[in-house]
């Protein structure tokens, strides 16, 4: 394994910072990794934190060094949540690429990788788990089409951050949805850790990047950047107003374009109230769900704001 030099982040009273030689840690069980946090919190440091289900790209990476930028440590979870998988299938078929991802993330200067087992996230299941009162969020878009994800992705964040207990959380803004639906669990829990929503990274061809994206057929690659170029269509074409024609379009054409549309819409972008039309005021954002053979696909795309 490589070395990394980790600085303690506190310099001492003659103003010089401790550097600790240290290598990326797997950790498999909750309560060690709790532990070691523990200590290092203690000792002054800040931690970041980066939850993944891996199979990561540079998304991924991304949201490790904006962790490193301004944490002491930086922590990333690799942990297939069965709980968020409304579709048997999906989960089945969810990519794993363990030792690259060890890699990656080693060469980003990740300094902790936690890997627990189903049996460790949840020793008790999750038949009794709690529910969480998220509202409106998980009755539109994708809690529309994925019935239960959003209870799953609270269980598992829940459980990730009381284990971690980050000073920052860092997600991505291609799960738009999913990072409102975090920013509500964060308030619920009354937690003080701070969340960082990082750009969307995109292929030179504008496909945003997603674990997904291997699965595509090279036919379903070829079509799948068609996505982003109907959502900045939609940003192009705005117009205070009717929406629906702009919407209509839109997923006409994802249509003609070979998805199975599930919707694109656009919403208000504070708190997804979806719009028929616009005041030229709200702040918006378009967004879209669809399939590509049995891949699916979601994007999104700030229109105004
Ligand atoms: O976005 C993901 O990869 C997952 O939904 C998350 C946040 C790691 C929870 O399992």
């Not at 030229?280 to 669809?290: H, I, N, S, V």
């Amino acid at each position: 394994m490589q070395k990394y030099d980790i600085y303690s982040g506190k310099p001492d009273s003659n103003g010089n910072q401790t550097v600790i030689e240290t290598t990326m840690i797997l950790y498999k069980k909750a309560a060690a990794l709790s532990a070691y946090l523990a200590k290092i919190r203690q000792q002054g440091n800040r931690i970041g934190f980066v939850p993944t289900m891996g199979a990561l790209h540079q998304g991924h990476i991304s949201l490790v060094q904006a962790s490193k930028k301004i944490n002491d440590l930086s922590v990333c979870s690799i942990f297939v949540n069965p709980a968020q998988f409304n579709d048997k299938q999906d989960f089945e078929k969810y990519p794993s690429t363990i030792e690259q991802d060890i890699d990656q993330l080693e060469k980003a200067g990740c300094d902790i990788l936690f890997m627990p087992s189903v049996a460790e996230m949840y020793p008790q299941g999750t038949i009794d788990a709690e529910h969480y009162p998220l509202g409106y969020l998980e009755t539109v878009l994708e809690g529309e089409f994925r019935p239960g994800h959003f209870q799953g992705v609270c269980l598992v964040v829940h459980r990730l951050l009381d284990i971690v207990q980050p000073h920052e959380l860092f997600l991505g803004q291609k799960d738009y949805q999913q990072c409102m639906v975090i920013k509500k669990l964060i308030e619920l829990k009354k937690s003080n850790c701070a969340l960082h929503i990082c750009p969307t990274l995109r292929e030179n061809d504008g496909l945003a990047m997603s674990s997904r994206n291997v699965r595509l057929s090279a036919k379903d690659r070829a079509r799948a950047p068609k996505i982003y170029e109907t959502l900045t269509d939609i940003k192009t074409n705005l117009q205070t107003g009717d929406l629906n024609k702009l919407k209509k379009r839109a997923a006409q054409k994802l249509t003609d374009g070979g998805f199975t549309v599930d919707y694109i819409e656009i919403a208000n972008a504070d708190n997804l109230e979806i719009l028929e039309s616009w005041n030229g005021e709200t702040k918006l954002t378009a967004l879209a769900a669809a399939f590509l053979g049995d891949v699916r696909l979601i994007d999104n795309l700030l229109l105004a704001d």
